[in-house]
């Protein structure tokens, strides 16, 4: 179950270096945002499934090293919960 409004999010530029981050349906994720902070944000549903991907066709191998799938993982977990 998606505890999120899923992706893709947005970028409406407000101009002076600030945006809006809105959802497909133009829901408002989050406004008055510095371009960086909403380039981010807007950002977090692909960061999401890449991380989530990279778990998947590792193979549970997690070859790269612990701190590195700990790190991807709890990044998950946090976008997540």
Known sequence: MTKHTPGPWFIEELGDGYANVLADNDIC?????TMACARLIAAAPDLL??????IKVSGGTKEQGD????AIE????KATS
């Open 29 to 33: 994720i989050a406004d008055g945002l």
């Open 49 to 54: 499934e890449a991380c989530e991907h990279a």
């Open 67 to 70: 701190s590195f799938w700990k």
């Open 74 to 77: 709890a990044a998950i977990a």
